[in-house]
């Protein structure tokens, strides 16, 4: 189940099409002072991440409350299970491996001890199509 503060901050910034710098100070401040505790709320910020354009500081909280979730709240601690892995992957795959998702997953990958090689596939999914986009332009 989604805290209300956490739905009410949806709510907001869909609304308004933007997450602006004091959006992301009260997300990490207030809102989700002592982190990320589900599935539910990464998935929540990571489809917010696709739907609004953003200030720049988004992309670094977004990815430092994914990256503490992922690596150290869920077990084993500093390490990424295949179904998180799995998981994870599939999430950031949606709509293409956006800068975020990228961001995301190079800095579980610096942080983490172990990481599943599904994660990793999508690393390098996101490098070939980049390199793609490179070539095409």
């Not at 991440?49 to 869920?74: I, P």
């Not at 992957?89 to 956006?98: V, Y």
């Not at 190079?106 to 994660?119: K, M, N, T």
Request: charged share 25%.
């Amino acid at each position: 189940m989604l805290k209300d503060q956490l739905r009410d901050f949806v709510d907001s910034v869909t609304d308004k099409s933007h997450v602006s710098d004091e959006d992301v100070k009260v997300l990490q401040d207030e809102i989700l002072k002592d982190g990320i505790t589900s599935r539910l709320e990464v998935e929540t910020l990571l489809t917010l991440d696709r739907l609004a354009c953003a200030a720049e500081s988004w992309g670094a909280a977004l990815t430092r409350l994914v990256v503490d979730f992922v690596v150290w709240t869920r077990a084993p601690h500093g390490s990424v299970s295949n179904d998180d892995a799995l998981w994870l992957a599939t999430l950031l795959e949606i709509s293409g491996p956006s800068p975020n998702a990228m961001n995301i997953a190079y800095a579980i990958l610096d942080e983490a001890g172990h990481v599943d090689a599904a994660l990793l596939d999508f690393i390098m999914r996101g490098r070939q199509q980049a390199r793609l986009s490179q070539l095409a332009a």
